[in-house]
């Protein structure tokens, strides 16, 4: 794992900077600039509509990286996988799609520590149609209350939306248990996997999740490009949420005929470029491997928290099992004067509510210093990062 962060070469190029906020978004290896240079440079065009050599290999390596990215998520199937802008829009496309399959009464169960794209598309579905959302609260400790959610799940409720990983919370959810028990109740799961997915190795058949999200830019690859994984018997259920070119089987002036999913969802020119990178990331965690990634995280995880609890006046907002996310505040510091002056020094954290307001209220705050870990960062970023912030708090105290 030493020599990882050379692959990187924002790091080449600024070796001062500590960069602790990869659940915002991910750096970038070369092999992934490389892999859109080359595209752009040597054979770009559009997909699925020239019939010459270059937009037929831009069709092609469009479709490899589908069913690449089936391959690394579990799925049966590449029809399976919908590629959106986002996780952002993943959650839209479904909560829009959905509307047609819910009646007045039914339920939706949202949990308390999801992040804002995973909770603003239901509550506006709720102000839309006639139901209702339940929301799963969070213990103490940071887990779902998992009690709450057997005695508050019945046949009324139709979804579950619950993250794999909050990106404040840091803890790994247990998802193969929230989906045992709402398929006892004929509910279909959707799962945040924008963060869980940049260090775990997840299986969406094996775990049998009905719906799963992610986005390329926080495991590596380009922004502008996210997954809606669905299993095909619900996408096919599902009607299109935009319209446009290369969706249709068919058109005429009085009858449309859609094709098959994942191509009904993906009205429009798609982002090829971002596709091609997207690929390239795959390869390269693949080829670290997923298990010694995850093995890794964890261990420096366990060392921030160690070095952090250190400092008085620490409290943590994370969970003490965390995987790559550590979130706190200090006793009487203002957590937006610390990221400001870390910032100052070249430290880069996150500050603020993380787009999950309603966690953050739940645990009486209104904001939080978020230290997230990537594959690049070593023991010595998190020195650095340590000592800096004993200095700042010698100024702010
Ligand atoms: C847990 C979680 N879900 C969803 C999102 C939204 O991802 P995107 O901004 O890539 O659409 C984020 C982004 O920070 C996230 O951390």
């Given amino acids: 794992m030493d020599e990882i962060k050379k692959n990187f070469p924002i790091f080449t190029s600024n070796p001062d900077v500590v960069y602790l906020d990869s659940a915002a978004s991910a750096q970038k290896p070369q092999s992934v600039i490389d892999a859109m240079n080359d595209f752009y440079c040597n054979s770009y065009a559009n997909i699925h509509r020239g019939l010459y050599n270059w937009s037929e290999n831009a069709s092609m390596l469009y479709d490899d990286v589908r069913a690449k ?9 590449m029809s399976e996988i919908v590629f959106t802008k986002g996780s952002t829009e993943a959650f839209n496309l479904l909560a829009s799609s959905y509307r047609s399959l819910l009646i007045d009464g039914d339920e939706i169960i949202v949990s308390e520590a999801e992040h804002h794209s995973n909770f603003l598309p239901w509550k506006d579905l709720e102000l839309q149609k006639n139901i209702k959302i339940k929301y799963l609260p969070i213990l103490e400790d940071g887990s779902f209350d998992y009690d709450w959610f057997e005695k508050n799940i019945s046949d009324k409720v139709k979804l579950v939306c619950v993250t794999a990983q909050s990106n404040v919370i840091g803890l790994k959810n247990d998802i193969g248990k929230i989906v045992k028990i709402s398929h006892n109740y004929g509910a279909k799961v959707c799962v945040d996997g924008a963060q869980l997915t940049a260090h775990d190795k997840v299986n969406v058949s094996v775990l049998d999740i009905d719906f799963y ?7 590596y ?9 669905g299993k095909k018997s619900l996408l096919d259920l599902l009607l ?13 002036l009085d009858k449309v005929v859609f094709k098959e999913p994942p191509s009904k969802f993906e009205a429009g020119t798609p982002p090829v470029v971002e596709v091609v990178g997207f690929g390239a990331a795959i390869d390269f965690i693949e080829s670290i491997g997923m298990d010694k990634i995850s093995k890794y995280l964890s261990g420096l995880t366990t060392y921030l928290i160690a070095k952090l609890s250190e400092i008085s006046g620490v409290k943590f907002i994370s969970s003490m099992d965390s995987n790559s996310i550590v979130s706190f505040v200090i006793d009487k510091v203002s957590s937006f004067d610390i990221g400001f002056l870390l910032g100052k020094n070249n430290i880069c954290v996150r500050v603020g509510k993380h787009c999950a307001e309603p966690l953050h209220t739940r645990f009486g705050i209104d904001s939080s210093i978020r230290v ?3 594959i690049y960062n070593d023991k ?9 912030l004993k200095k700042v708090l010698v100024m702010l105290r």
């Fill in 221 to 229: 690859g380009p922004t502008g490009l996210g997954i809606l994984y």
């Fill in 240 to 252: 299109p949420y935009q319209f446009g070119g290369d969706m249709v089987e068919s058109v005429s």
């Fill in 372 to 374: 997230s870990l990537g």
């Fill in 213 to 219: 999200v992610f986005s390329s830019h926080k495991i």
């Fill in 380 to 388: 010595e970023d998190i020195d650095k990062f340590i000592e800096t």
């Fill in 69 to 77: 990215v089936a391959k690394f998520i579990g799925a049966s199937d």
